[in-house]
Structures are given as C-alpha cells and as structure tokens.
Nanobody, 112 residues
Framework: QVQVQESGGDLVQPGGSLRLSCVAS????????VNWYRQTPGKEREWVAR????????EYADLVKDRFTISRDRSRSLTYLQMNSLKPEDTAVYYC?????WGQGTQVTVSS
C-alpha cells in the first residue's frame, strides 16, 4: 500500500518562502514521477511542478517558474518544493502525487 504525505504548509507573508515536503512509503517501483499540484476552492486542481524519481527532469508551470524549485532526496524518498517570492495567489492546498497516488494535501496561505 503506497502512502503519500505532504507537510510544510503554513501562513506566510507575501514575498516570503516556504518549503513543502512529500514523503512516500510502500513504493516498490524505482521509476516514477513526483508531481506537485495545488487547488483553491471552486477551481480545478492545477499542476505546479514535477521531477523524476532519479532527481532529474524537473519541469514547472509558467506561473511558478523562477520562484519554485522541486528537488529530491532519494536516500529518504523525500521530494521538496521550495517556494520563494510567494504571492497571495499562491494560496492553495498543495498536493503531492507519486505515480497515481495522492497525498492529503497541505495548506499554504500567503497573506499579510
């Protein structure tokens, strides 16, 4: 049974930074994509970034490019999303998806 867990969401002021973490357990496949998505009430879930399990192949949505960085700690099966220069419009629940498995999400609120 694959389990995915996000953490690191918080309330932060505009211009601030946060680092989200995603940890997976029970993954038996060594090759998979890790994706970050986000969702606000009343809107569809939006893709943010992805990275391959070997730590390569990073891609970003245009809205977060140059502000967010996705990375992997392969030894601990951790994936990070470093978010800098945060804007109020980045406020959302952020979800991690590993292969076809979703986490529960972590709330990020950007507000003064």
């Amino acid at each position: 049974q694959v389990q995915v867990q996000e953490s690191g969401g918080d309330l932060v002021q505009p211009g601030g930074s946060l680092r989200l973490s995603c940890v997976a357990s029970g993954v038996t496949n060594s090759a998979y994509w890790v994706n970050w998505y986000r969702q606000t009430p009343g809107k569809e879930r939006e893709w943010v970034a992805r990275i391959f399990s070997n730590g390569r192949g990073m891609e970003y949505a245009d809205l977060v490019k140059d502000r967010f960085t996705i990375s992997r700690d392969r030894s601990r099966s951790l994936t990070y999303l470093q978010m800098n220069s945060l804007k109020p419009e980045d406020t959302a629940v952020y979800y991690c998806k590993i292969g076809t498995y979703w986490g529960q999400g972590t709330q990020v609120t950007v507000s003064s």
